[in-house]
C-alpha cells in the first residue's frame, strides 16, 4: 500500500517568541514492512540553524532554531511510505525463558534489547501492572500467546475516550481509571510486559483510518496513533532444533491487532522508543510566548492512481479539519487516535 502522510503543527504564541530551539520526529522509519519513498520538512519562518541526526534507536531527529521575532510556528511533515501486510509468527519461546534471557549472567552476550525491560520515564515500576499482568502469563504459556491475550484484555477492559488523560498522564493513573488513549494502552501495556522482566518498546506513527459510510474523510481528520512491540529472543534450548530469529512483535491494544513487523499494511512506523517521551513529534524551548495555542492536523490517505495527466500518482482529499488545544511552558505537538 502506498500512502502519503501530512503532519501540520502550528502554534500562535502571545506575546512573541523571541528565541526558540525545537526537535521533531516526523521522518518515517525504513523497516522490514515500510519502504520511505520521501519526505520533506517545510517549517516557517524559516529556521536560522537547522540539521538532522539518527538517535541511539535509529530514529531520524530534526533540530532547528528560530532567533527572530515570531508569533507563528508552522511545522509541516509531508512523506510518503510504501507498507507491506503483516502476518503473526509461529514462535513456542516461554515466557519465562525470554524473561531468564535479560537475567545477568556472567559471560553472556549482550543483548540491546536490555533497555527496553526496565522502567523509563512514563512507564514506572509499580505491583499493580504485574498484578494485572498474570493473569496473561501462566508458567507454561509462550511468550507471544501471553502477549496477544494482554493484547486482547486491554482493548477489552479499557475504554478509549478521547480528553480523558493529557499527554503526561500517569501510565498507573490510566490503569485505575480503566480508560484513555492510544498512548496510554500503549504505556500500560509496556508496563506490564515491563514488571514481568520482559523487553516491550513504545512505537509511535499513524493509521489510516476510514470515514463513516455515506461522508467524505476531511483532511486533517486523521491524528497520531502509538502502539507497542514485545521482543521475542531467539533461544536455541534444542540444539537439534531449526535456527530461528529474535524479533519485535507490534501489538495494538487500542484496536486489538498484531502482526510482525506491523500490525499491518495500514500502519505507518513513524519512531520507536522507551515511551512517549522519547518520540514525541514535536516538542521546543522558547524565550518568550507565555501562553500558545497548539493547532494539530494529520492527514493519512492512499495514493490514487491516476490514469489522466501522464499516469502520475496522485491523492485525492477533501476538506479540512484542525484540532486545538491550550497549553503553556514546553511545546509538545501531538495529535492522538
Known amino acids: 500500500m502506498r500512502l502519503n502522510i501530512t503532519h501540520e503543527t502550528q502554534y500562535d504564541y502571545?506575546?512573541?517568541v523571541e528565541t526558540a530551539q525545537h526537535m521533531t520526529y516526523l521522518t518515517p522509519l525504513q523497516?522490514?514492512?515500510?519502504?520511505?519513498?520521501?519526505?520533506?520538512l517545510e517549517i516557517s519562518p524559516q529556521p536560522a540553524q537547522s540539521s538532522s541526526t539518527i538517535d541511539v534507536f535509529g530514529n531520524t531527529r530534526h533540530f532547528f532554531s528560530l532567533q527572530e521575532l515570531h508569533r507563528q510556528l508552522r511545522v509541516v511533515g509531508i512523506s510518503e511510505v510504501v507498507t507491506q501486510a503483516s502476518t503473526l509468527p509461529h514462535n513456542e519461546v516461554g515466557?519465562?525463558?525470554a524473561r531468564e534471557h535479560f537475567r545477568y549472567?556472567?559471560?553472556s552476550v549482550f543483548d540491546a534489547a536490555n533497555e527496553f525491560v526496565f522502567a523509563s520515564p512514563m512507564v514506572p515500576q509499580h505491583a499493580a501492572f504485574a498484578g494485572y499482568a498474570r493473569a496473561s502469563f501462566p508458567p507454561d504459556q509462550t511468550l507471544l500467546a501471553g502477549a496477544l491475550d494482554l493484547m486482547h484484555r486491554i482493548h477489552a477492559d479499557f475504554i478509549y475516550e478521547s480528553q480523558s488523560t493529557e499527554v503526561?498522564?500517569?501510565a498507573l493513573q490510566a490503569l485505575t481509571q480503566r480508560k484513555g488513549v492510544c498512548q496510554d494502552f500503549a504505556h500500560i501495556?509496556?508496563?506490564c510486559l515491563r514488571s514481568l522482566g520482559l523487553a516491550a518498546r513504545y512505537v509511535s506513527g499513524y493509521l489510516l483510518t476510514q470515514p463513516p459510510p455515506g461522508t467524505i474523510k476531511l483532511r486533517g481528520s486523521d491524528a497520531s496513533h502509538a502502539w507497542a512491540s514485545v521482543y521475542v529472543p531467539s533461544l536455541q534450548e534444542n540444539p537439534h532444533a531449526a535456527t530461528?530469529?529474535?524479533l519485535w512483535v507490534d501489538l495494538d491494544p487500542t484496536n486489538d491487532r498484531a502482526g510482525c513487523p506491523s500490525p499491518g499494511e495500514d500502519y505507518v512506523t513513524l519512531a520507536i522508543g522507551r515511551d512517549f517521551s522519547d518520540v514525541s513529534p514535536m516538542r521546543g524551548v522558547i524565550h518568550g510566548?507565555?501562553?500558545?495555542?497548539?493547532?494539530?492536523?494529520?492527514?493519512?490517505?492512499p495514493v490514487v492512481p491516476m490514469t489522466q495527466g501522464g499516469g502520475q500518482s496522485q491523492t485525492q482529499s477533501q476538506g479540512l479539519f484542525q484540532s486545538q488545544g491550550q497549553s503553556q511552558g514546553q511545546n509538545q505537538g501531538l495529535g492522538r487516535r
Do not use: C, Y
Not at 523497516?31 to 520533506?40: D, E, I, K, N, Y
Open 14 to 16: 502571545e506575546p512573541a
Open 31 to 40: 523497516t522490514a514492512s515500510q519502504q520511505l519513498v520521501s519526505h520533506r
Open 95 to 97: 515466557w519465562q525463558a
Open 105 to 107: 549472567q556472567a559471560g
Open 168 to 170: 503526561n498522564t500517569p
Open 189 to 191: 501495556f509496556i508496563a
Open 244 to 246: 530461528t530469529s529474535s
Open 289 to 301: 510566548g507565555a501562553s500558545h495555542r497548539l493547532t494539530v492536523g494529520v492527514t493519512v490517505e
